[in-house]
C-alpha cells in the first residue's frame, strides 16, 4: 500500500492509504458477513481510509439511512480498531423523513444539524472523534457562515477533526474556505466529487441546480485543486459502477459525447499493454497523475477488492500517461 497525508493542522492530519474503501452498501445489499471480510482484507492489505454517511443506504429499504455507519462501528468494535484507521463521514444529504427515492426534502447544513448529525454519527460509530467529516451537499437555504461556524464548532470540541465538502461548485468551496479563513476557524480541506477517467457532461442540469451536476469534478474544480495543493481531492464512482467492464452497465447519457469512445479505446490499449484491468488501469491513472487524486472504491466481494487493490503496484509509463491524457 502506499500512504498520502491529508489536512494540514497537526492536530488533525491524517496519514491515510491512497485508496479509500467505500461502505455505501454494506449493511444492506451488501450483508454483514461479506461486508466484514471486504474491511479485514482490506486492513490485512494496508488500507486505513475508509468512507460512510450517515444516510447511506436509505433508498434500499425506504429509511432515513445510517446503515452504513453502524455495521462500520460494529466492525470497527468487533476487531477492537482504534485510531489507526481514518474514517470519513458524511452530514447534509439525510432525507427528512423514510424514503426510497431522491429528493430535496433533505437535512441541510444549518449549525444545529451539523451538531445534532455529527454527534449521532459518531455513536453509531463508536469512535472519540470523526477523522473526516463532509458536508455530503451544498445547502442554499442555510447562510454559509452559519454552514462554517457549525463545522467548526464540532471541530472546537472534538467531535471532528478534518472537514471536507462533497458535491459542491468550486466557487462555493472557495467562498466557504474563505469565510472560515477570515473568522481564523478550520475549513474545508478535502474534497469529494465523482471523478473517473471518461468524463461526464457538466452541463446536464441535475436534481439540486438547473446549472449542471455540481458533484463533478470539472475543470474548474482540478484547476482549483491544482492551485491549492494543500487541498485533497478524493474521487467517488472512478470505477462508474462497473461500466467499464460490464456489457449489462450502460454509462449512461452523461456519457453521450465525442469523447467517450477515443478514451475508452486508448484505456483498453493501455490495459492490455500493461496485462491490468481497464479498472486497475483508471485507478492507477487517477493516483498518478501530477494532480494526486484518491481513489473511492466500492466493493461487493473480496475478488472485486483484490482487483482495486493491484492497482496501487501499477505504474504506468509516461508515454501510457500521455496517451491516456490526450485521447480525444
Known amino acids: 500500500m502506499k500512504y498520502r497525508v491529508i489536512g494540514t493542522a497537526v492536530e488533525t492530519r ?8 467505500g461502505t455505501m452498501t454494506f449493511g444492506t445489499t451488501v450483508d454483514e458477513a461479506t461486508s466484514y471480510a471486504i474491511l479485514d482484507r482490506f486492513v490485512e492489505a494496508g488500507g486505513t481510509f475508509v468512507d460512510t454517511s450517515n444516510n447511506y ?6 429509511t432515513q439511512g445510517g446503515e452504513s455507519e453502524e455495521l462500520v462501528g460494529g466492525w470497527l468494535r468487533s476487531r477492537g480498531i482504534g485510531d489507526e484507521i481514518t474514517v470519513a463521514t458524511k452530514l447534509g444529504a439525510r432525507p427528512n423523513q423514510p424514503t426510497s ?40 437555504n442555510t447562510p454559509l457562515e452559519e454552514t462554517v461556524r457549525g463545522f467548526a464548532e464540532v471541530v ?17 468551496v472557495e467562498r466557504a474556505r474563505t469565510l472560515a479563513a477570515a473568522a481564523g476557524v478550520p475549513g474545508y480541506e478535502v474534497l469529494q466529487h465523482h471523478h473517473s477517467y471518461l468524463r461526464q457532461r457538466a452541463d446536464l442540469p441535475s436534481l439540486r441546480s438547473p446549472d449542471g451536476n455540481q458533484g463533478l469534478v470539472g475543470g474548474d474544480l482540478l484547476s482549483y485543486v491544482r492551485d491549492n495543493p494543500a487541498l485533497t481531492q478524493v474521487a467517488y464512482s472512478p470505477l462508474i459502477a462497473g461500466a467499464y467492464v460490464r456489457e449489462d452497465k450502460p454509462l449512461g447519457p452523461g ?25 486497475q488501469v483508471v485507478l492507477a491513472w487517477l493516483m498518478g497523475g501530477d494532480i494526486p487524486v484518491l481513489p473511492l472504491v466500492g466493493a461487493s466481494s473480496v475478488a472485486q477488492l483484490e482487483e482495486n487493490l493491484a492497482a496501487v503496484d501499477l505504474d504506468l ?4 500517461r500521455t496517451r491516456l491524457d490526450t485521447a480525444h
Open 255 to 279: 456519457f453521450d459525447h465525442a469523447g467517450t469512445e477515443p478514451r475508452l479505446r486508448a484505456v483498453r490499449e493501455v490495459a492490455a499493454e500493461t496485462g491490468a484491468t481497464v479498472n
Open 156 to 172: 472546537a470540541d472534538g467531535t471532528a477533526g478534518l472537514l471536507g465538502a462533497s458535491n459542491h461548485w468550486a466557487w462555493r
Open 317 to 320: 509509463t509516461p508515454d501510457q
Open 14 to 21: 491524517r496519514e491515510v492509504s491512497v485508496l479509500s474503501l
Open 101 to 140: 427515492g431522491f429528493s430535496l426534502d433533505v437535512e441541510g447544513l444549518s449549525a444545529k444539524v451539523i451538531r445534532e448529525s455529527a454527534e449521532r454519527s459518531r455513536e453509531r460509530l463508536g469512535i472519540e472523534r470523526i477523522h473526516l467529516l463532509y458536508a455530503h451537499i451544498m445547502d442554499e
Open 57 to 62: 443506504a436509505f433508498w434500499v429499504n425506504g
